[in-house]
């Protein structure tokens, strides 16, 4: 506990979980009193019992299961974004030097800040073990030499791509502009043109009509996923999961989304030309479509956290273990879902096919 | 036998844009096989009362009845046997003719061919044409294509011929004469008393949200009592002269270019004003001599002109 308040203070974010892996030894020796991997069991079990414990959560291996089979694992799940670290305990005898190994990701903040406080957790843990064993004295601590259990840090996903970084956020963006640019400057240039006006003379439905348009976005939207994908995968050799039901959801509900807020737009704007290149370029840009915005600040940080593409581009990214979530996942289909909600209130009263306003 | 008769029917129409009443309280019926005309000046409420028979529109009271049944509003039921020529008539680019024709006929339950549609606005060899590329009289034409796709009982044809030229008008009038032939009753807008008087087999005249004359429109140009308009250019006019010519010529008009003298003995009422001017020293330009037309009927009633 000590070595936890003196490692982390109260600088860590109430909302922010370390997903770590503690890949310990085969043998027993952990369940010995006097072996490093059963001190360093104990320190995590500690830490685990504490109150901090809600930063953290740690993964062991099952009993039944192997240490390789479980280290290749989560290695797996740390270059998924599903872990923040890996900590791989060697079978350590009392007394000779050892090496810990941790598997970090370079590219993640989160990573690193795991990867720092666990270094820090292992050298307070070396300076008590020395102290315990008359080593030093806490008096002489900066004085007398101590032993080291030396750290090698791995990185895994040394392979991390910026194109895969990218490709959630171009998909977003073209789902964006089929939102935005079909609904709003199409149709309410056909709206103005009584084009509208037209068809709705005729036993046709504005629910038919737009049933249409909405399976002709669809359908667009899955070319443009399927262009994206291969033009990123032959020219950038990208390796990413879109198949995963997470991504697809998100993918969907980014779709509904921009849907809904063109619908919004084209319910209360009337000069829909400059309006939608006044929205669609903000919300791309402030929505971490192409870039990181977790680390704006002022308004421009309040613009961003309003975003629904913000979240939904977090969620997207995290989905395929791109790029870990700097938001909850809870925010990023929450966030989105009201303006969903919204847009469909708002629209519902405010949108008409007729330019006179009547519908 | 006469309810049997009418196509459509309002009773006590009434419609507001705020505070201001477009159509206000009128009633009147179309009746089958007719070419039915509302002739008024832009603003005189004519597209609210198509609009609101085309179901475009909602009605604030009143009632509508669609062939004898007494509908809340034109639904879906009744577009399918509705035909419409909208005021302002555009096209989706890119699209051709034949196109945009099986585009419309797939909105309606049963639908003409395209072959047939284009036969019957001689547009056939435009079928493979682009709508954009066609010209302003043929895309009027195409757009009365459309009107008539699900064969109708009604057709509304909103301001036909606006913005057409004399040729193109004439043949389109010449289409909607066809049409009349074929069986189809016609509503029209207007407010070209020549094609109201051309084209109609009974007219009401609105302004200002309402009726304010109807009859076929022989009939209302007898009402008017004169059988010639002598019509000159006000150029050269003092108000003293116009004073004058107005002790004798009670039913004169006056509008920014024109005088308008309505008479019914006409060789007497012209030599009498030739020689009026003549000692007057006031000099008559441009003379015409023509029979009494819609838009005096107008005046009449109005003191205004059609296009005032």
Known sequence: MTILVLIFGGQIEENVTFRISIVS??????????????????VFELIEASEESRW?????????????????????????????????????????????????????????????MITSIINELNKEINIAEGNISRDELINVSSREIAIMESESRSDFSFAEFLVPGIILFSFLISGLE??????????????????????LRAVEYFSGILGFIILLSITQVVLIYSWAKIFFDINLAIFRPEFIFYMLFSLIVSIALGFLLLSIVKNKESVTQ???????????????????????????????????????????????????????I???????????????????????GES | MVENNKAVEIINLEKSYGSLKAVAGISFYVKKGQIFTLLGPNGAGKTTIIEILEGLKEKDAGKIKFFGETVA?????????????????????????????????????????????????????????????????????????????NDPKILYLDEPTTGLDPQARRKLWGLIKDLKKAGKTIFLTTHYMEEAEKLSDYVYIMDQGKIIADGSPEKLIDNLGQENVIVFEKTGFTDSAI????????????????ISIYVKDLSHSLTELINWAGEKEIKIDNLKIRRPNLEDVFIELTGKGLRD
């Open chain 2, 73 to 149: 509003k034109i639904s879906r039921k009744e577009k399918e046997e509705i035909g419409v020529l909208l005021q302002k008539n555009n096209y989706i680019e890119k699209i051709k003719v034949k196109e945009i024709i099986k585009m419309f006929s797939s909105f309606y339950k049963k639908s003409l061919s395209t072959a047939d549609i284009l036969k019957k606005i001689a547009l056939e060899d435009k079928k493979d044409s682009f709508v954009e590329d066609i010209s302003g009289g043929q895309q009027q034409r195409l757009s009365i294509g459309l009107a008539l796709i």
């Open chain 2, 243 to 258: 004073d004058e010519l107005r002790e004798t010529y009670p039913g004169l008009k006056i509008t920014e270019s024109e």
């Open chain 1, 278 to 332: 006044a929205v669609i370029y903000p919300m791309a840009f402030l929505g971490g479509m192409f870039f990181e915005v977790s680390n704006l600040s002022g308004v421009i940080s309040l613009v961003a956290k309003i975003n629904p593409m913000y979240y939904l581009v977090n969620g997207m990214r995290d989905a395929l273990g791109i790029y870990p979530s700097p938001t909850p996942v809870l925010l990023n």
């Open chain 1, 25 to 42: 030894p085969e043998v027993e020796e952990t369940n010995t009193v006097n072996s490093y991997p059963a001190i360093i069991n104990t």
């Open chain 1, 182 to 203: 079909i609904f709003v400057e199409k149709i309410s240039s056909m709206r103005a043109r009584e084009i509208l006006k037209r068809y709705f003379a005729t036993p």
């Open chain 1, 56 to 116: 953290f959560q740690f993964y062991r291996k099952e009993e039944n299961q192997s240490r390789s089979n479980f280290l290749q694992e989560e290695r797996k799940k740390l270059e998924q974004g599903e872990r923040e670290l890996v900590l791989v305990i060697p079978e350590i005898e009392w007394g000779a030097s050892a090496q810990l190994e941790i598997y970090r990701q370079p590219e993640r903040q989160l990573s690193l800040i795991a990867a720092d």
């Open chain 1, 334 to 356: 929450l966030v989105p879902a009201i303006w969903l909600f919204g847009s469909i209130i708002i629209s519902s009263y405010k949108f008409s096919w007729n330019p006179g």
